[in-house]
DNA sequence: GTAGATGCAAATACTTTGCAAATGG
DNA sequence: CCATTTGCAAAGTATTTGCATCTAC
């Protein structure tokens, strides 16, 4: 009674949940941002996708972003440089960006203390809360006295 | 001795500062510029450029407000709706926004805390803090049990 | 006088869309 | 089946650029 099939991606249950029809190329669409650990572009989302299934167009690709995102399963990110970066919605501890001014790196990072004081700026502007976008950008340090790095999640692009 | 002379706008002094070349465009979309206390896209400039002086182009507009991004004299700004919003550069106290979700509508605030806050994880993470960007997305409260609004600086579009 | 700025239109970059053919539930 | 989705190419936006002409310094 086991069922033999390739493990529906993460993503993909998500689409699953909210009702969408699962064709090829969600599925594959799908897989790719489940995987991904970073924040690709459309255009990179449609290379990582061609290479598991040529049959996708960079079309389709937008399509989908942008019916995810309307989901809240996807989170359109803008790191400058024009283009819509995209990565998984995550659940309950947000994280912010970081990014490296002189390579473009960005690294992840949290901090409760951020979307506390936040919300606490948009009470008191008779606001109700809805979201919050950050980003930090900086320069690495050469000198490094302290080892320690916390919070700090990962670098990617 | 008095200099009789249509004053000079405060980005063009900035400009001249610079040591920018000023044509009669320049002159007229520092104006329009320095009399901004929105964030106007590159198509709203050009409009309020044209209302003070016909022998403007777009083309100009966009070049104009990227040199002057490159001097520092202006920043870019990105709330989303595909185009850059443009606002000259305040020199201590920094601003951050929030944007009414349901309209578009932003308005201005300050908060010491916050860029404290993100200096000091900048350096956690072992680099050094280079700016900051920080937009809040809300809703307007219904009821006002609190007429206190602190830290308001305006609400613009 | 001359390096740099401008206008215009064409080019680019990213994203969306119309339509006929394909497909998931 | 049939409502949806897809591919393709054309259309849309926002922005940049080539080039001849103009202009501030």
Chains 1, 2 share one sequence.
Do not use: W
């Amino acid at each position: 009674m086991v069922k033999a099939q390739a493990a529906e991606s993460r993503i993909e249950q998500l689409c699953v949940e909210h009702g969408l029809k699962m064709t090829g190329q969600r599925r594959v669409i799908a897989r790719v941002l489940s995987e991904a650990d970073d924040h690709p572009d459309v255009e990179e989302l449609y290379r990582r996708a061609l290479s598991l299934d040529s049959r996708i167009s960079v079309a389709t690709v937008y399509r989908t972003v942008r019916l995810l995102e309307e989901k809240g399963i996807l989170e359109r990110r803008d790191f400058g440089g024009g283009r819509a970066r995209y990565e998984a919605t995550e659940h309950g501890h947000h994280h912010y960006h970081l990014i490296d001014v002189d390579n473009g790196r960005v690294i992840e990072f949290e901090d409760p203390e951020a979307e506390e004081l936040m919300r606490r700026m948009a009470d008191r502007l008779g606001f109700e809360f809805v979201s919050l976008r950050l980003e930090l950008f900086g320069k690495k340090k050469k000198q490094s006295a302290s080892a320690a790095t916390p919070h700090r999640k990962g670098e990617t692009t």
